[in-house]
């Protein structure tokens, strides 16, 4: 009687939005903030998770089942994998963007990144340097890549202090545990991040393309909902905000 009395004063049971967890590349930390807010306005049925880090570190943790239905990877050789291993789809497998690097340092540093460029790095009064850790973090095998076909990479490697994904080289510049850090383009764009330094954007021809790309998992509790998002992250609209954090727009 009392449930019969409810919906006849025209009460409704609340709609609970289903999740959808999505493992993502530390360089899209607020470009994706943006995009998950704008596909729940419109998607209201379903509620995005992001959980941000070290492509490498999410490769290992899918493979043991972690519950996650999305993983936007800063390579394609991740997501490529695990479409090999039956972790992922690979019918779902996209480029959502292509990654730029940069050479960042505080808006206060004395560094003039215009005039020294790559060469900035072997300043004296740069002590330490952040890049992510290569082993495990694209951008990281990037950095490297650039600083050995730029020649400073012998005489800057004792400088060089290791994040664990790029958003935390980032904070190792911003806090002033390092001097000077090789970064995401799509970090140093943030509105949060541009008034707080100055950026010299590495050659592109100094280090392997960057695809990134994302894929839906094997083991996703939410496969609607996570292919809903994915095909949000190709749509027009989402590849122009991208873009507008510096993700060059891949090829069609």
Known sequence: MLVAALFSAGCRPHTVAQKVAVAA????????????????????????????????????EIRNQAPFDVF?????????????????DARSMFTYGVGRIV???????????????????????VKHIAIANPQHAPYGRAAEAAMRSLGVYERVAPKLVLGENIAQTLQFVQSGAADVGIVA????????????????????????????????LSHAGNIAGAREF???????AVRAQLKEYGF???EK
């Open 103 to 125: 050479v960042w340092a505080p808006k206060q540093s004395p560094l003039d990144l215009e005039r020294l460029q790559i060469h900035a790095l072997e300043a004296d009064s």
């Open 25 to 60: 590349a530390a360089d899209l930390q607020f470009a994706l903030d943006d995009v998950s807010r704008g596909f729940h306005q419109t998607h209201p049925e379903i509620e995005v998770a992001v959980t941000y880090g070290s492509s490498g570190n999410f490769y290992a």
């Open 185 to 216: 383009l799509a970090l140093a764009l943030a509105p949060s991040v541009r008034a707080q330094g100055r950026y010299w954007e590495i050659p592109l021809d100094a280090y392997p393309k960057i695809e990134q790309a994302g894929v839906v």
């Open 248 to 250: 060059y727009l891949p």
């Open 72 to 88: 936007l990877s800063a390579d394609s050789e991740y997501p490529r994998k695990l479409a090999e291993e039956g972790f992922a």
């Open 230 to 236: 994915c095909a949000c992250l190709q749509s027009g």
